[in-house]
């Protein structure tokens, strides 16, 4: 019997995927249900019906307890891209649900584009530009200018970048960080002190990150611990002459905080990939400052990163199929359960 798989999202540029389990020789039965997203509950599951598995986009498409608990065949669930914030692990866990997301996608790009973000920050690059297109290349040396920028200006050798989470993609970043001259620690609770060693960083706790960080840069996932994790308090930890990266989540960020410590001196300037919500609406007060830079969600994007991130789920289910684990399982310890539970269904 055919491995019946439901595709939910469907991208530009996506693969055939019936095209790949046949060039792969894997017996896949492939259903498209797009419907507008986001999905309900409700929809999902009628469109998943008896099938083994879904290719979905989880951060807008729910995959809930409730959404496991009434599909009586369901195996796997392929969420695209390195977010989950709609998926319920634990409860695909208990239920003997393999689930799976993409978690080495655009390592690179998001460090890069981090890098990037840092580098326009420390420079004002946005800023100088913005003023030389309206013509003001003269009124660079004007004091206001002189004394609004000139002293926001500085080298990054020698500075201290502090990491909110130690996973990939600040695994990534770090040697380029490093190949600036940056002394860069992190606060990560859940990542093993040999890793630290390894990559040249030290392990301090959020208070002390914050307090001794000349740049912050936020690289966790958003859960209950993590939403609005910086508010108003500890963004007032950080020195007034500090910059604040965020290409992670928006809503890590209280963003009222925000503004309140951009606008008032707090911390010296922000850039982010990333917004609470998405997009923020045209009145948001954080439009109106100079020392923010805002970027679309966009630092993983590049034709590299997309194409393998449209691949990916195809690939996945041919090594399932074939008798191998998703190279990216976010819940390896049900392994063993559900070798033996469907291997006896």
Request: charged fraction near 20%; include cysteine; aromatic fraction near 6%.
């Amino acid at each position: 019997m055919a491995f019946k798989v439901v595709q939910l999202l469907e991208l530009p540029d996506m693969p055939d995927y019936s095209e790949m389990f046949r060039q792969a020789g894997v017996e896949v039965e492939l259903a498209k249900k797009i419907d507008p997203i986001p999905l309900t509950e409700d929809q999902i599951i009628a469109a998943v019906g008896d099938a083994d598995a879904a290719i979905a986009g989880t951060t807008v498409q729910p995959f809930s307890r409730k959404v496991f608990k009434s599909l009586s065949n369901f195996k796997f669930i392929m969420s695209i891209g390195i977010g989950y914030d709609n998926l319920d692990v634990q409860a695909a866990t208990e239920l003997c649900i393999l689930a799976a997301n993409i978690p080495d996608y655009c390592l690179e790009e998001v460090s890069d584009h981090t890098m990037a973000l840092i580098l326009a920050c420390t420079r004002r690059v946005v800023q100088l530009d913005g003023i030389v297109k309206q013509g003001g290349w003269k009124s660079l040396a004007e004091p206001h200018i002189q004394s609004d920028i000139w002293p926001n200006l500085s080298r990054l050798r020698g500075q201290t970048l502090g990491l909110i989470g130690l996973g990939r993609i600040p695994q990534a970043l770090v040697p380029k960080a490093q190949g600036f001259g940056l002394r860069i620690i992190a606060f990560d609770p859940y990542i093993a002190p040999d890793i630290f060693q390894e990559l040249g960083v030290e392990q301090v706790n959020l208070e002390q990150l914050l307090t001794q960080s000349d740049i912050v840069s936020i690289h966790v996932p958003v859960t209950p611990e993590t939403r609005h994790l910086l508010g108003l308090e500890q963004l007032k930890q950080m020195k007034p002459t500090a910059c604040l990266i965020n290409t992670a989540r928006g809503p890590i960020v209280n963003h009222e905080a925000l503004y309140t410590v951009l606008s008032q001196g707090g911390i010296s300037a922000a850039a982010v990939d990333v917004t609470d919500p998405e997009p923020l609406p045209p009145d948001s007060p954080l439009l109106n400052l100079d020392n923010i830079i805002i970027t679309a969600h966009c630092a993983g994007i590049s034709p590299m990163s997309s194409a393998e991130l449209l691949r990916r789920p195809g690939e996945e289910v041919i090594r399932l199929v074939r008798g191998e684990w998703p190279v990216g399982l976010l819940n390896p310890q049900v392994k063993e359960k559900y070798r033996q539970k469907w291997a006896q269904s």
